[in-house]
């Protein structure tokens, strides 16, 4: 129960998403109407391009705003470019969204494939490959973030969750004790590194972190469970 109580979703980073609300969806509006009107100053067959694009993803957004993720694809499809990161990684997010594991898996993959030293893509594609239950895939591209980014502790929380998930406490340890080097009085990382010693029978070690992390979060219910099993 200790692991599914943590509040951070191994699986999901607003970060990495595309959904778009309120201030920042008029601000790419109102961003996408003036491109559109001036053209950027570019040659007139790029803008009129670039326009086209333009206004797939207005319309993509404002589809998504209101629910209708199929017409949001449909939208950039009718001017999709297999060459476009831009184009594939956010086909990726949608049809994710849709529930089209495959279709996903396959944009990111376009797109990993035309950015390979960027992490948006890769941090996309392992929502559907979790959601496919392809945990191998998974792992390699937290591994591979990690290549590119040595100290991304969204990638270390995750594989941490991935490991304690497996019950291999001592590969969890590893990237839980990372991420508490970089962020001492983060609570999902005290608390996941102590239910992790715990686990490992450093009990001294567990109640000192279970200390930790109620000191940031004082009604953290999963700190709490392990605190009182340390009397």
Known sequence: MDFLTTRRNAFSSRRFKFHLSGKRLRGLLILAALLLQTGVGAPAGFAQDYSKIISAFQNSYLHEAAGDL????????????????????????????????????????????????????????????????NWTSVISQYEKILEIMPNNSTA???????????????????????VVNLYPFDYDALVMLAWTNYRLKKYREAKILFNKALMNTPSGVSAMEGQELMK
């Open 70 to 133: 199929s017409a949001a694809i449909t939208d950039l499809k009718n001017a999709y470019d297999e060459d476009s990161y831009e184009i594939n990684l956010r086909l990726g997010w949608l049809s994710y969204s849709l529930g089209l594991f495959s279709d996903a898996q396959s944009y990111y993959n376009k797109a990993i494939l035309l950015k390979p030293f960027g992490v948006e893509a890769r941090f996309g594609i392992v929502l559907p490959q979790s959601a496919m239950g």
């Open 156 to 178: 270390m929380h995750r594989l941490g969750l991935i490991y304690y998930g497996k019950n291999e406490y001592a590969k969890a340890e590893r990237y839980f004790e990372k």
